[in-house]
């Protein structure tokens, strides 16, 4: 895992590709729970019988929950201990390339696009592919957009 401990760190990264976060194994309980926290029932995610004879030969993770898992994959990669507050500001770019198949294993790759001035601090724009193991499409690419404020 890659710590910055400066802004001055994290200008000096841009453009690097910061590391591979672990292998996550993407399981049925993950996808139910999402769809009970979210009211997003489809049957492509939930309905293992019916979702076997369906277009992708059984239940598919949601998009959002791909997503939703960036914070967990990317803290293995990056870790931010600059000084100040570090809020979620939004993402930029969203895309889900490819069906995430229940089973199936994802990591991250991430690496710095952007470090900009603000007028309270830095935005930092960080770039998060989610691969799935043995695709050649990911599951996601997304920019997530960090606000750094100084103390």
């Known amino acids: ?3 910055f401990t400066s802004f001055d760190e994290l200008s000096d990264a841009i453009g690097e590709e910061l590391g591979t976060s672990e292998w996550l194994t993407i399981e ?6 999402f769809a009970d926290a979210t009211g997003d029932h489809q049957w492509i ?4 019988e019916r979702a076997a004879s369906g277009p992708f030969g059984g239940t598919i993770a949601h998009g959002y929950l791909t997503l939703s898992l960036i914070p967990l994959l990317g803290a293995q990669v990056l870790a931010l201990d600059t000084p100040g507050a570090k809020l979620n500001y939004g993402v930029n770019k969203v895309r889900f390339p490819a069906p995430l198949l ?5 990591r991250a790759h991430v690496s710095i696009a952007s470090v900009t001035d603000i007028p309270k601090g830095k935005q930092l724009i960080a770039h998060h592919t989610i691969e799935i193991e043995g695709q050649e499409k990911p599951a996601c690419v997304a920019e997530t957009v960090v606000l750094l404020l100084p103390n």
């Open 1 to 3: 895992m890659r710590t």
């Open 102 to 106: 229940v089973g199936s294993r994802i």
């Open 45 to 48: 995610h939930v309905d293992v």
């Open 28 to 33: 049925q309980e993950r996808v139910d729970r």
